[in-house]
């Protein structure tokens, strides 16, 4: 543990202050290493992995003495921790709703959570309960084409002991993903690893004055973490001030999808993305199910998972989709029947408006992450029907634009892209303004 440790900080450039610190074997840490799809934290706390590919909690009676001496401080939370390897989704699950809501998607390197060094006592509790659930991989993960055929899924069943029903929803699509992950033929070795600080960790950051440059750097990054979430009070008037500027009076359930598809410009919520390596979930066991037994021969398997945008550095795009709404503020739809591609005409005017006013200099967003976002980002709109006025895009064009797409390990494949699935029915891509793309119906 020593070793990952020493490697890791290393990697991350803070090796010079834990040297200086030099702690000794009497500051235990604890490495846990989670399968796809296991669950790490409910709404309660966090569990913990046995040897027997079981879980416990620290209130249970199979934590020994010394985890509990060690972590107890989180009995009924989640340890600080740190992510050594693969990735986690943190989110939202609201299963009446057959949805969840990507809150972050954690990489290796990063710290968590960090109301642990931040909190400090007080008879005031502002964070809620029973609202986020952790997970080893990526939760908010489907596969694109449809996957919900009964005479297909009983080849799953066969081969892989799938019990789970045909997926009637994307929602359901990851029960399927993690048993034939979990099925003993596929052999899959994926797992993260998350390494647990101990209690004496903490002491020392709160009392010694030595651990005070290892103390700023964290909270250097929970500043930088919450960045967004505390200005978002001057987002939100910013916004209201457009809206009355403008004469705006739209669909409130659209301003809040287009202020979501804004949020997620900036890399503070995640979007979706094409799964093309295995840092979120193990896509080629996967892809080779799907194939091979479950026989998705007419579509490419392309799988969707939650991924953070960042406009600076990348050049692909982000997605989002109507059909599958994913904002953590929704008000209720307007009871007005109307169609998607109505909906996106108007989703397209709403942003339209947004980025003119956001981009404009001297205003109260000037010189913000915001204002260089709006300069810098494209929205563009996807349906796999025909757009009267031309404001939307047909979906079969994305992966003219978008080769990822077409990305299979069957290189000889005849498969074809699913240009007619639920997600593309109403998608939106983010993408980088330098990337612009020039799409003709």
Not at 39 to 62: A, C, Q, V
Not at 298 to 324: C, E, G, R, V, W
Not at 434 to 439: M, Y
């Amino acid at each position: 543990a020593e070793i990952v440790l020493e490697l890791v900080t290393r990697k991350l450039g803070i090796e010079k202050i834990v040297d200086e610190l030099n702690p000794d074997k009497s500051f235990p840490i604890y490495l846990a290493y989670y399968p796809y799809g296991a669950i790490k934290g409910d709404t309660l706390s966090t569990f913990f992995p046995t040897n027997k590919n079981s879980y416990y909690r620290l209130t249970d009676n199979e934590a020994s003495k010394d985890m509990v001496k060690d972590l107890g401080y989180s009995k009924n939370g989640a340890p600080f921790a740190m992510l050594l390897e693969k990735n986690l989704e943190l989110f939202v699950d609201l299963p009446d709703e057959k949805v969840t809501i990507p809150r972050n998607v954690y990489q290796p390197g990063a710290f968590f959570p960090f109301s642990k060094l931040l909190s400090r006592k007080s008879s005031r509790i502002y964070a809620p309960n029973s609202i986020l659930t952790l997970t080893s991989g990526a939760r908010s993960v489907f596969m694109l084409p449809s996957i919900g055929c009964s005479s297909h899924h009983i080849n799953l069943q066969r081969d892989y002991n799938v019990q789970s029903s045909p997926p009637k929803t994307l929602y359901d699509h990851w029960f399927v993903f993690k048993e034939i992950t979990q099925a003993p033929i596929t052999q899959c070795d994926w797992r993260s690893c998350l390494m647990y600080f101990s209690q004496k960790w903490l002491d020392k950051l709160e009392t010694d004055k030595d651990w005070l440059p290892l103390k700023v750097y964290l909270h250097e990054m929970a500043w930088a973490h919450y960045e967004y979430q505390r200005n978002s009070f001057y987002y939100d008037v910013f916004y209201s001030i457009i809206q009355k500027r403008r004469n705006l009076k739209p669909n409130p359930y659209l301003v809040d999808t287009a202020r979501h598809l804004f949020t997620i410009s900036l890399g503070c919520l995640p979007g979706f993305t094409i799964a093309t390596d295995d840092n979120s979930l193990p896509t080629q066991i996967l892809e080779n199910a799907f194939v091979e037994s479950y026989g998705l021969k007419k579509y490419i398997t392309s799988i969707l998972q939650p991924a953070h945008f960042n406009f600076d550095k990348d050049n692909q795009p982000i997605y989002y989709s109507l059909q599958h709404p994913s904002t953590h503020v929704f008000s209720p739809k307007s009871r007005t029947i109307s169609s998607t591609l109505t909906e996106m005409r108007e989703l397209a005017h709403i942003t339209k408006i947004f980025i003119q006013e956001l981009a404009k200099n001297n205003t109260m967003c000037s010189d913000t992450v915001l204002n260089q976002a709006a300069k810098n980002v494209e929205f563009h709109y996807f349906h796999n029907k025909p757009d009267p006025h031309g404001i939307i895009n047909l979906s079969n064009k994305l992966p003219m634009f978008d080769e990822r797409f077409k990305y299979s390990q069957y290189k000889e494949t005849s498969a074809s892209f699913a240009a007619d699935a639920p997600f593309i029915r109403g998608c939106v891509s983010i993408m980088p303004a330098a990337n612009r793309l020039k799409v003709s119906n």
